[in-house]
């Protein structure tokens, strides 16, 4: 059996959070892919299969020609802009590491590599099993959603490699997510002289901003949320055209319809003023019921293997593990690395839990993976 290398783990956490890997940077981007195909083709035996979608490089390790039995997914962009590593650089102190992506989600992606490096070595091959790292997870995944849901499809399991809650907590539920905007049209006028020829976009935005707020409810676990909004050009002039931006959560596929209608359902408060609603239906909710099965079985084999009690939480952001449940797979999240700070300066991984995650992900494929 292929023992854990700390050592070794951490010299390649060092590289991939010092290889930046920004959404929007193409260049960036390709640099990360190249590395974490290095190191996964020395720890899988096996070079993995490179799909681009629009400039995002996705890799996807496939073993055996077979039915998917069990999909590992992670994603190596992260929020952080090229050259943040100057002013956060990675640092390791008291079992605490640092740096962009260190638990959003770089870690995940080398447990993820380093526990299938361990049950390869144990069973001699990795048959019914893939592994997909993609680039644009962090902007909704749109160029990898179908890759995602097309390997998911019909497996066992799928295991989401995001980071775990800060007392190692996996994640078995997560809100579905829905962004839209809605637009206002309407008519440009002075505002001194002859206001009454105007159609008030602004006017006609506040009062839509009302209506939606009001569909916030928070006793199901559904937030609806007005975010950024513009409107007008300068200050005497009766303004043409307005929008706001909508974020909004919900725990179950029913609250996402519902408020969609809701939403659909707006019409103008201002005479001749037109509304144009955008968007929708981002991520579909990943509901407890995907994941409790697989949450037990590891609550087992983490107590087997002489691991703290494995708790869960629900959250209310999105992963690649809502397209995996949406497809009917079982999924279970969280399973990266253990912090917090994901997506702040407060980013950091805690060593500790690192040869737990590889060690608990290893068993909880094999056992998948022997079951008829």
């Not at 609603?277 to 991520?283: D, S």
């Amino acid at each position: 059996m292929r023992e854990f290398d700390s050592t070794e783990f951490m010299s390649d956490f060092q590289a991939l959070i010092e290889c930046e890997s920004f959404s929007h940077d193409p260049a960036a981007l390709a640099r990360s892919a190249q590395l974490i195909s290095r190191i996964g083709t020395g720890l899988l035996g096996a070079a993995p299969h490179v799909i681009e979608t629009d400039g995002h490089p996705h890799l996807l390790w496939r073993f055996g020609s077979g039915e998917r039995e069990v999909v590992l997914i992670g994603h190596h962009d992260t929020v952080w802009p090229t050259g943040t590593i100057e002013s956060f650089p990675f640092s390791v102190a008291d079992g605490v590491v640092r740096g962009p992506g260190a638990d959003d989600m770089k870690g995940g992606i080398l447990i993820a590599l380093y526990a299938m490096a361990r049950l390869r070595s144990e069973r001699g091959s990795l048959d019914g099993v893939s592994v997909l790292i993609t680039s644009d997870e962090e902007l909704g995944s749109p160029g990898s959603r179908q890759i995602i849901e097309d390997e998911a499809r019909g497996a066992k399991a799928a295991l989401v490699f995001e980071s775990g809650a800060p007392d190692g907590s996996v994640k078995i539920a997560r809100k579905g997510v829905a962004i839209y905007s809605l637009e206002v049209a309407g008519l440009a006028a002075h505002a001194g002289v002859e206001p009454e020829k105007g159609i008030n976009a602004t006017v006609e935005i506040a009062n839509q901003v009302v209506s939606i707020a009001a569909l916030h409810a928070p006793t199901v676990g559904t937030s609806v949320v007005p975010t950024v909004m513009r409107s007008g050009s300068t200050t005497n002039t009766v303004p043409a055209e307005a929008v706001v931006g909508i974020d909004s959560r919900a725990a179950t596929v029913a609250e996402q319809e519902r408020i969609d209608a809701e939403l659909r359902a707006l019409t103008p408060t201002v005479a001749g003023a037109r509304l144009d609603l955008k968007g929708g239906i981002n991520r579909g909710p990943l509901e407890e019921e995907m994941a409790l099965g697989l949450y037990a079985r590891a609550q087992r084999l983490a107590s087997h293997l002489g691991h703290p009690p494995l708790r869960s939480v629900a959250v209310g952001g999105g992963s690649d593990g809502n397209f995996t449940a949406g497809v009917g797979t079982p999924t279970l999240d969280g399973l990266g690395t253990v912090g917090g700070g994901s997506h702040a300066r407060t980013e950091h991984a805690l060593q500790v839990w690192i040869p737990r995650r590889v060690e608990l992900t290893a068993a909880l494929v094999g056992e998948l993976l022997d079951e008829d």
